[in-house]
């Protein structure tokens, strides 16, 4: 009798994977600390002390704020365009290692500025961490999808977002903690900076131990290798049936992609701009971000001080207060985003309904907003339309977060994944760059925009994108191929898969016979 197969599922066969996919998404943490920590920052009244933002026209404010945060997104964009080469040459883990150590060399820079350097360092560093957090948000997501089961591969790049939003978390609440604590001067201010440190070092730390990717070592010609990281990563023996049917499967997919296209470095970008199918795809992935920052997510989460000025709350306490509830919201958000929903209800349903829900509660914001008018009215405590405001602000935080907060980051691929990586930063980009101008023209009117946007994107959802749930990675093209409706493409390509496991498990019962 041959050794007994564990079976499917079972916690042996899960644990390896979910080790080295937690590892890596210490990657998403740093983005989701960065993200959230520099908006409280910039609204410390010691950061403008220290730089001679007080003397500042609101003008010159603007542009200053709007130039730290966007260099980070500028950089985050080079660096997702970079992670392409990077991860193709030297391999999902040491693109991750170098991407953390550039990181925290950016961080490294940032905690060195000073009123007599002025923000020369802080602009620097922001660049330069921008640049380490892009390659890994190319990478992070793209090795986690690689090494994870069909099964459970939407739960595995969920925790990608998952440690995006505790990242999150400790950045929107970090400078509320200091601030309550009555640090005064400069450290008031560097504190938050400096903690950018601890997430990039467990990233550099934790690459160090993690498996490199078997689809990658298949795709440079290292099978061996490739079998032996697979087994790893399953918790199987080599031999077992179950690894060598995936193990085929992968090898299957890799030699046909090469035969089509080749393995040099700019054959993948060859092979997508030669196909009209490919290139819809690529455009139906990067659009999903640009309809993500259409929410008017990042500018709340660079912006949020701001965000909360115009709806009548005064006072560093209260803002930092309330940013660091939506921080906690948006966390719970993802765990049931990562627990239940995602491989339940799949992506097309929960984005449809994460608009409807988000729209309703940005047009009531920005309703309040054009009635009361409660920055012509400043009072020290929220009035009942404030605090509705508030509330509604929080509803639409409940709708954000376990839908459009990640879940454009299943849909995942090598290069094409560099390019959504990239435009995701790109459009990101945009909003940080002129949110604060937004605000000062158009008042009212931004949530009025962004709530127009995420009805729009329901249509857009439901004409343009197919479902993806529980379909293993060598069958996603089948999902895009003529004739096949975004609304159905899901159950035809679920079938055919199904049928092929009957099909070989047929085979494999004759052969035994």
């Not at 940013?323 to 985003?337: E, M, N, P, Q």
């Not at 054009?370 to 009942?384: F, V």
């Not at 094409?416 to 009117?445: D, E, H, K, V």
């Amino acid at each position: 009798m041959g050794n007994p197969t564990p079976v499917e599922g079972t916690r042996q066969r899960d644990f390896r994977v979910y080790f080295d996919a937690i590892l890596a998404t210490f990657a998403a943490v740093m983005i989701g600390y960065d993200s959230a920590f520099i908006g409280t920052s910039l609204a410390l009244p010691t950061f403008s002390e220290e730089f001679q933002l007080v003397s500042k026209t609101v003008s010159e404010r603007n542009d200053i704020s709007s130039n730290i945060v966007s260099l980070f997104q500028a950089g985050c964009f080079f660096g997702a365009i970079f992670g392409f080469p990077l991860g193709l040459l030297a391999g999902r883990k040491w693109g991750l290692m170098i991407s953390s150590g550039v990181f925290c060399i950016g961080a490294a820079l940032q905690t060195s500025a000073s009123s007599s350097t002025g923000l020369r360092l802080i602009y620097a560093g922001r660049v330069m961490s921008g640049l380490g957090i892009g390659v890994a948000s190319n990478l992070a997501p793209i090795y986690v999808a690689e090494i994870a089961p069909a099964r459970i591969r939407g739960r595995l790049v969920g925790l990608y977002e998952l440690g995006w939003q505790i990242g999150g978390v400790i950045g929107f609440w970090i400078n509320y903690g200091v601030v309550k604590n009555g640090i005064q001067g400069r450290s008031q201010w560097l504190i938050a900076f400096a903690v950018q440190l601890i997430p990039g070092g467990l990233l550099f730390i934790g690459t160090m131990f993690i498996t490199e990717s078997p689809r990658w070592l298949l795709s440079r010609g290292r099978e061996r290798e490739a079998l032996r990281n697979l087994a790893v990563l399953r918790g199987v023996p080599e031999h077992a049936p179950v690894l060598l049917e995936e193990y085929v499967s992968i090898k299957h997919a890799i030699d046909q992609m090469q035969s089509v296209g080749g393995d040099r470095i700019w054959d993948p970008i060859r092979i997508v701009f030669r196909s009209s199918q490919l290139r819809i795809r690529l455009l139906i992935g990067m659009s999903l971000f640009a309809w993500q920052n259409a929410t008017g997510i990042n500018a709340i989460n660079y912006y949020s001080p701001t965000i909360f000025k115009s709806i009548g709350l005064t006072g560093t306490n209260s803002s930092l207060l309330t940013t660091g509830v939506y921080g906690i919201i948006k966390l719970i958000g993802a765990f049931v985003w990562l627990l239940y929903l995602v491989d339940t209800f799949g992506r097309r349903q929960i984005l449809m309904i994460g608009s409807i829900g988000g729209a309703l509660s940005m047009y009531y914001i920005g309703a309040y907003i054009k009635i009361a008018k409660p920055a012509d009215h400043p009072t020290t405590s929220l009035t009942s339309g404030g605090i509705s405001a508030v509330a509604f602000f929080y509803i639409w935080t409940v709708f954000y977060s376990p839908s459009w907060n990640g879940t454009p980051w299943v849909h995942v691929r090598t290069f094409t994944q560099a390019c959504m990586a990239a435009s995701n930063w790109l459009f990101g980009f945009l909003i940080a760059r002129f949110t604060p101008q937004m605000f000062t023209a158009m008042g009212y009117g931004v949530y009025m925009l962004f709530a127009s946007l995420m009805v729009i994107s329901i249509f857009y959802i439901y004409l343009v994108l197919p479902e993806t749930k529980q379909i293993p990675l060598e069958y996603i093209d089948d999902l895009f191929a003529p004739g096949l409706r975004p609304w159905n493409a899901h159950d035809v390509v679920a079938r055919r898969v199904e049928d092929s496991k009957m099909l070989d498990l047929s085979q494999t019962c004759k052969t035994s016979n």
